[in-house]
């Protein structure tokens, strides 16, 4: 039978040279092969060659002088090196035969029965299984690598969805320490209770869980959307468990959100403007003439009456069209580089009356240092101004607690305005900007439109989260005025 390796290398490690020639020729009778054959009698040197892969192949005699072929296996073991080790012993000792194995000897051999035959045998097998070896091992380090460098989140569980390990994405994504994920549980993390429901009863089935879209918690709470792919497994010993993967969308839905939000304030501006324009002609008819009759000469008193009604409303429909077209198109501004403290500053006094008539308890939160963005002053204050308004209508009478606080950050500044108000629920939250969708008896839907547009031409990013109840809050983040060229990132609106 040909052997797995052309002419192996074989060291044969012994202190005695006449037992390495027997040893050495017992191998070269061996039919239809060729080795490559050394002998080494120093325990230290024989440690070097096997640590440097030197040979396919090592025979050790059990005496090597002070040492044992025991104490050189236990060292190359503890040294991490993987090359095969076949102990050769004066007496069949099955103690050390067991032993050797257990230590990783690759076979061992009794030399008062050595044969060409069983010498062939041994070389033959143990080549053999070392290279399937070899080849598993390498199939393990690919699949390892897979494993840890994978960016999605990789896992497997007991049969109850305990954590029983997981990759380094895993803890990058969900913010959690090992020593904190390990061992809890899956559904623990799951945002919603019908979601935990659905996937325990799914696995219970031995169903294949493929591409279900979840929302998963992290350690700061915030809300991962990820798509779920996971089986059930039987290991060699009868055990139940589950492997998985989760892929994080969660910015691939905020982009989705982001270009439908985008169409709709398009498409808004486009039928904005085209009204605006259709209305304004026959608006300045009815204008000029009112201005006309006015000049005619004498009227009744009830003509009088009627002209100023036309005229008031006149201007009103004016002043409206105006307004929505300010809201359909991104804002022209003067930008110059001002501390956001004095803008927010600004925002606060305007609106103290009302905060003061509610008896609204304000607590506020600015860093020592000037945070330093473009911003056109006068423009970005309304918008803040809107924000803060509907905060503090939103909120009852001594109870309310309005909080500002700004962060310096590396290359932003995070401004955070939140209130203890009935909050909103989730399915408004997501059509929050919108124009003309508003909650308010009397409202126009406009405001919110407005401020997207004002934040939007600032470069700022503004998140809301809101739980009916218990409250709103909108964290917005500004560019600092030092790195306002390098961020290009688009509005992106996030709803928890």
Known sequence: ????????????????????????????????????????SDFQQALTFIC?????????????????????????????????????????????????????????????????????RCIRYTLGRIQSLQALKASERKYKSIFEK?????????????FL??????????????????HQNLCALLHQQEQK?????????????????????????????????????????????????IHDITTLRKEERLSSQAEKLAATGRLVRTLAHEVRNPLNNITLSAEQLQHEGELPESGTLFLDIIQRNALRIAALIDELLHTSKPSDLNLETQALQSIIEQVVAASLDRITLKKIHLEQHFPVADCLVYADTEKLMLALLNIVINAIEAMKEETGK????L??????????IADNGHGISKENLSRLFEPYFTQKRNGLGLGLAFTHNILQAHKARIEVSSSPGAGTQFNITFPLADYYEEISTPYEEKSN
């Open 165 to 182: 390990d997981l990759n380094q994405a895993s803890f990058e994504v969900l913010g959690f320490q090992p020593s904190e994920l390990l």
């Open 1 to 40: 039978m040909q052997l797995p390796i052309i002419s192996p290398r074989i060291l044969i490690i012994d202190d005695d040279e006449d037992d390495f020639i027997i040893t050495s020729d017992f191998i070269r009778q061996i039919p239809d092969s060729t080795f490559q054959i050394d002998w080494c």
């Open 402 to 405: 309005l909080k500002i606080s």
């Open 407 to 416: 962060q310096a950050q590396s290359q932003t500044a995070l401004l955070q």
């Open 197 to 245: 429901e659905k996937l325990l009863a799914a696995l219970n089935e031995n169903q294949i869980i493929n591409d279900w879209e979840l929302s998963l918690s992290t350690k700061n709470k915030e809300q991962k959307i990820c798509i779920l792919t996971a089986a059930h497994e039987t290991d060699s010993g009868g055990n139940d468990y589950v492997q998985g993967i």
């Open 52 to 120: 440097a892969g030197k040979y396919d192949l090592y025979f050790t005699d059990y005496r090597l002088g002070a040492h044992t072929g025991m104490d050189l296996l236990k060292e190359a073991v503890r040294l991490g090196c993987e090359a095969p080790i076949i102990l050769l012993t004066g007496k069949g000792n099955r103690k050390v035969d067991m032993e050797a194995m257990q230590l990783g000897a690759a076979d061992y051999l009794s030399k008062p029965n050595l044969t060409a035959e069983n010498m062939e």
């Open 150 to 162: 994978s960016k999605d989140l990789v896992f497997i569980t007991d049969k109850h969805l305990n």
